[in-house]
């Protein structure tokens, strides 16, 4: 039987292989052959692990030969962004600094991705440590947009969510530290999740913002993200900041109706800059979600205005710190051309980052320096408190809120390189949910004149992953009705 990878699900790849329409061996080297095909215009994957996929999959094919029950993502085939270590397989962070690094370990939340049968494809394209709007800042070029090969796919997971959407993956993990994962679901028309702050561990996470970095599935459907944060939730002991709380069955979460539940709708996110194709998709949805019974309640997120410049002092900070390692001494990128350690320092990281990330790690060491610590960080924390209460105070009154994820859909290749501000700007309905550590999904709710895709933000309380697959399914059907 001829399966069409394009459209295959998490849930039908693993029927397919449970019950012998295909081996998970034929299956993998069906995705190796699509994106030798494929990906050379789109430049989603940067490794492919060839090897250690066949493997995974000769193993689920034996469990199968011998009747044995199948783990639950049995065959599927996953990407991983290459923020993500992986034992044996070249993880560079997008950076020149870990051109040749080879982890020693693996990621806990690939590792658990593996323990449940998924078989590891690649590791995809991203912004250098995860830091950018547009995975445009990627050392090894950057990803174009598979909706539009002449736009951007988001970032920094863009390798991630562009791989979905061209079908080069059945799913895959990236990381939200400002939005890097729901701002590229956007771009590119696919579910982008990132959960409650701790509820998937960091470990074996490339760390850019340890008090701001997530890791969490994009997929092609709501329920497949529920399928996947089943098998990377939980408590891990190797992740201090990971929650030790009971993780529900969020696919049995998904199909419960959502009459009756609150919705709120906050006014700074529907302001000035805000694209009318953008705001009519977006209020589209809420006004299907009203009919399908949802109350809609408007509110107000009074210190939303103070999110990017808080957001770009907390994460710069940390990412000063964070990057702090990368000295040409332990591992990665060493300059060859050093007569003292001084200089050897200086050259290795002048050789090894990029402009953005030079420019964050001096922000961010500007913003810890003597003298003004106080001036940027502290009152940055003191102005993330209050964003944080905003979110808790509204929450007293909905269940769940809803924005756009973006301000425009996918915007060209170059139109906002040299201009940094307009790029951290695209960021600017997503940063305050990591600021709060609270969950949120971008789910897709149209297209544009161009046919561009449109998301839809679903914000909802510290670990209520369930109520935002609820109305996500319930946006997510809607717009299959429609189209």
């Given at each position: 039987m001829e399966l069409d990878l394009n459209v295959l699900t998490v849930a039908s790849t693993r029927t397919a292989v449970e019950q012998r329409q295909v081996t998970a061996t034929s299956l993998a080297e069906g995705f190796f052959a699509k994106?030798?095909?494929e990906d050379k215009q789109i430049h989603a994957y940067l490794t492919v692990s060839k090897e250690r996929a066949l493997a995974q999959a000769a193993r689920i094919d034996a469990m199968a030969d011998k009747g044995e029950a199948l783990p639950p993502l049995a065959g599927v085939p996953i990407a991983i962004k290459d923020v993500m270590v992986t034992r044996g397989v070249r993880t560079t962070a997008g950076s020149k600094m870990l051109e040749n690094f080879i982890p020693p370990y693996d990621c806990t939340a690939v590792s658990r991705l593996e323990a449940a049968g998924a078989v590891i494809i690649g590791k995809m394209n991203c912004d250098e440590f995860a830091m950018g709007s547009s995975n445009e800042n990627s050392a090894y070029g950057p990803v174009r947009n598979p909706r539009d090969l002449s736009r951007v796919p988001g970032g920094s997971s863009g390798g991630s969510a562009a791989c979905v959407a061209a079908g080069t993956a059945v799913a895959a993990l990236g990381s939200d530290t400002g939005g890097s994962i729901r701002q590229p679901a956007a771009f590119c028309?696919?579910?982008g999740l990132m959960p409650t702050y701790g509820r998937v561990s960091r470990y074996g996470l490339i760390a850019f913002a340890s008090s701001l970095d997530h890791i969490g599935p994009l997929t092609k459907s709501v329920s497949d993200a529920a399928l996947i944060l089943q098998q990377i939730a939980g408590r891990d002991p190797m992740d201090s900041t990971s929650a030790d709380i009971p993780v529900p069955d969020y696919s049995a979460e998904i199909e419960p109706p959502v009459k009756g539940l609150r919705i709120g709708v906050p006014s700074e996110y529907f302001a000035e800059g805000l694209d009318p194709e953008v705001r009519r998709a977006v209020e589209g949805a809420i006004q299907k979600l009203a009919a399908a019974g949802c109350e809609v309640v408007p509110i107000s997120l009074p210190h939303t205005k103070y999110a990017i410049p808080t957001y770009y002092v907390v994460a710069t900070a940390e990412a000063s710190s964070n990057l702090a390692r990368y000295d040409g001494v332990r591992y990665g990128y060493r300059s060859p051309e050093s007569a003292t350690l001084s200089t050897m320092y200086r050259r290795t990281r002048?050789?090894?980052?990029?402009?953005?990330?030079k420019r964050r790690i001096m922000l961010g060491t500007y913003a810890l320096s003597a003298g003004y610590y106080d001036a940027y960080y502290i009152k940055a924390q003191r102005v993330r408190t209050l964003l944080t209460r905003d979110?808790?105070?509204?929450?007293?009154?909905?269940?769940?809120?809803?924005?756009?994820?973006t301000p425009t859909p996918a915007f060209k290749l170059g139109e906002k390189s040299d201009d940094p501000l307009a790029m951290y700007l695209a960021d600017i309905y997503t940063v305050t949910a990591d600021l709060a550590g609270i969950p949120g999904i971008s789910v897709p709710c149209g297209t544009s004149k161009d046919g561009l895709p449109i998301g839809l933000q679903i914000l909802a309380k510290h670990f209520h992953e369930p109520t935002i697959f609820r109305l996500a399914h319930a946006v997510e059907h809607a717009q299959a009705a429609v189209s």
């Open positions: 994106i030798e095909a028309g696919v579910v002048d050789e090894g980052f990029g402009p953005e990330v979110f808790e105070q509204a929450f007293q009154k909905v269940d769940a809120i809803i924005t756009p994820t």
